[in-house]
Structures are given as structure tokens and as C-alpha cells.
């Protein structure tokens, strides 16, 4: 299998197989990533997942060109049957967090699947890119609008019009990533954060991602409303009396999501 799953302790963790390839993407691993992606996302069991690519030399380096055809029908045809343009995946929606442990290079298609994470974890050895203006495109999988929103403008436009790579440090400079650590560490330090999360609330967690995200859309008094109605939402919850319990007993709260 291109892409496997291992679920442990609530934390899916989401590996793109193909070490040989640098993790590209052809069809059937993007229809493999896509499936992993809904049933972890769909399962009761998980509260957290996090996405990797196998080996150390890459997270995932987009399209896997050697298997890329050049698409077939007329360009009307593809647009209004939204035919994908490429086999990498560009809405992997989820409701629950999703952290991208980014062991190496992290380009094209491959930066575009980091971008749809909430948290970016890299290690010193990445690399960053959208080179596709270099090569005659464009990002074609979210680039184009998910790096504008998750880096300021300016560092946004030099990437999108440069095409050009930046190391990790550079990536946490300008926020792309959360942090930055030795390769060695970056499998443990991703999971330690996967399962503070996942001890968490559940469903405060789900709200708190649903929050967030909205929120970056919706002029301030839209979100400060939303959030008001989710927070006398879980007032009643039996996780919110759990947590207070748990406090007031100086012990360690069981949450079960309800």
C-alpha cells in the first residue's frame, strides 16, 4: 500500500508510503490518502491525526510527474465536471486537528497537503517550495490561496512568484511551521503534541478547530457570535462537568467525548 494508517491511543497516524518516489503523488496514492484521510476523519476512535511521508528525505514532493498524463476531454468539460487537475488531493476537510510532521521536502503538491494541516511541525532538514511557475504552471492544489492565509502577503508572493525553496529555519521565520526540530526528534515531538490534544475535551476540541477556522472568514462580530453559541453549547456537557470534577479532585479527567 502506498499510504498507511496506524491508529494508537486516539492519534491516526497517516503515512504516505513511497520513499522510492519522495512520496510523490500519483493516482492511486492520492485515492489511498484520500480514503485514509475520510475514515480517520469518520472514526470515533480518532481524535487527532498525523500526516508523514515515509523515509527522512521527503514529507511529499507533489505530482509524481513520471506517472502524470496530460488530461483527457476538452478544458470546458474538465472545469464543469470538476475533473482534479492532479492527483494530489486539494480539500482534505476535516473537523478534528491534523498535524503534518514534515520530514524533508515539502514541495509543489506536497506543501499544498501540508498547508490543508492546522499544525506544521518540520524537521532542520526540510525544505519548502512551490516551484511551479518555474516549469511553465501554477499550484494547482490550494497553493495559491492556503499559503497567502497561513504567511504574511509579501513572504507569500516571493514563494508563489519566485518559485523558489526555503529551508526550515526560514519556514519559521515567516510562520509556516510551529517549530523546528532535529530529524531524529521530529516523530516523537509530533506525537507528544498529537496526544496532548487528544487528551483534551473532544468535543471543545472540535469546537475550538470549527472556531478558528470559520473565524478567518467571517467579519469579527460573525465569530464573536459563533463562538458565544458554542460556548453555552458545552456549558450542559457531561465532558465540561468532567473537567471541573477533575480539578476539584486534583486528578486527571476522563473524557469521553459527550
Do not use: Y
Given at each position: 500500500?502506498?499510504?498507511r494508517?496506524?491508529?494508537?491511543?486516539?492519534?491516526?497516524?497517516?503515512t504516505?508510503?513511497?520513499?522510492?518516489?519522495?512520496?510523490?503523488?500519483d493516482?492511486?496514492?492520492?485515492?489511498?490518502?484520500?480514503?485514509?484521510?475520510?475514515?480517520a476523519?469518520?472514526?470515533?476512535?480518532?481524535?487527532?491525526?498525523?500526516?508523514?511521508?515515509?523515509?527522512?528525505?521527503?514529507?511529499?514532493?507533489?505530482?509524481?510527474?513520471?506517472?502524470t498524463?496530460?488530461?483527457?476531454?476538452?478544458?470546458?468539460?474538465?472545469?464543469?465536471?470538476?475533473?482534479?487537475?492532479?492527483?494530489?488531493?486539494?480539500?482534505?476537510?476535516?473537523?478534528?486537528?491534523?498535524?503534518?510532521?514534515?520530514?524533508?521536502?515539502?514541495?509543489?503538491?506536497?506543501?499544498?497537503?501540508?498547508?490543508?494541516c492546522?499544525?506544521?511541525?518540520?524537521?532542520?532538514?526540510?525544505?519548502?517550495?512551490?516551484?511551479?511557475v518555474?516549469?511553465?504552471?501554477?499550484?494547482?492544489?490550494?497553493g495559491?490561496?492556503?499559503?497567502?492565509?497561513?504567511?504574511?502577503?509579501?513572504?507569500?508572493?516571493?514563494m508563489?512568484?519566485?518559485?523558489?525553496?526555503?529551508?526550515?529555519q526560514?519556514?519559521?521565520?515567516?510562520?509556516l511551521?510551529?517549530?523546528?526540530?532535529?530529524?531524529?526528534?521530529?516523530?516523537?515531538?509530533?506525537?507528544?503534541?498529537?496526544?496532548?490534544?487528544?487528551?483534551?475535551?473532544?468535543?471543545?476540541?472540535?469546537?475550538?478547530?470549527?472556531?478558528?477556522?470559520?473565524?478567518?472568514?467571517?467579519?469579527?462580530?460573525?465569530?464573536?457570535?459563533?463562538?458565544?453559541q458554542?460556548?453555552?453549547?458545552?456549558?450542559?456537557?457531561?465532558?465540561?462537568?468532567?473537567?471541573?470534577l477533575?480539578f476539584?479532585?486534583?486528578?486527571?479527567?476522563?473524557f469521553?467525548?459527550?
Amino acid at each position: 500500500m502506498s499510504v498507511r494508517t496506524e491508529i494508537k491511543d486516539h492519534v491516526a497516524s497517516i503515512t504516505i508510503d513511497r520513499p522510492e518516489a519522495f512520496n510523490a503523488i500519483d493516482s492511486e496514492t492520492g485515492a489511498a490518502l484520500l480514503e485514509a484521510w475520510t475514515q480517520a476523519s469518520a472514526s470515533e476512535e480518532v481524535r487527532v491525526i498525523v500526516l508523514t511521508g515515509a523515509g527522512s528525505r521527503a514529507f511529499c514532493v507533489g505530482a509524481d510527474l513520471k506517472k502524470t498524463r496530460p488530461p483527457s476531454g476538452s478544458a470546458p468539460r474538465r472545469h464543469f465536471r470538476r475533473i482534479p487537475p492532479s492527483p494530489v488531493p486539494s480539500d482534505l476537510r476535516c473537523v478534528k486537528p491534523v498535524i503534518a510532521a514534515i520530514n524533508g521536502f515539502a514541495l509543489g503538491g506536497g506543501l499544498e497537503i501540508a498547508l490543508q494541516c492546522d499544525i506544521r511541525i518540520a524537521s532542520s532538514n526540510a525544505a519548502f517550495g512551490l516551484p511551479e511557475v518555474s516549469v511553465g504552471s501554477i499550484p494547482g492544489a490550494g497553493g495559491t490561496q492556503r499559503l497567502i492565509r497561513a504567511v504574511g502577503t509579501s513572504d507569500a508572493m516571493l514563494m508563489l512568484l519566485g518559485g523558489d525553496r526555503i529551508d526550515a529555519q526560514e519556514a519559521l521565520r515567516i510562520g509556516l511551521v510551529s517549530r523546528v526540530v532535529p530529524p531524529e526528534e521530529l516523530a516523537t515531538t509530533t506525537h507528544a503534541i498529537a496526544s496532548r490534544i487528544a487528551a483534551n475535551a473532544p468535543l471543545a476540541v472540535l469546537a475550538v478547530k470549527e472556531l478558528a477556522t470559520t473565524g478567518r472568514d467571517v467579519p469579527l462580530p460573525v465569530g464573536l457570535e459563533l463562538e458565544r453559541q458554542s460556548f453555552s453549547m458545552l456549558l450542559s456537557s457531561e465532558d465540561r462537568i468532567e473537567g471541573r470534577l477533575a480539578f476539584a479532585e486534583k486528578r486527571r479527567p476522563i473524557f469521553k467525548g459527550d
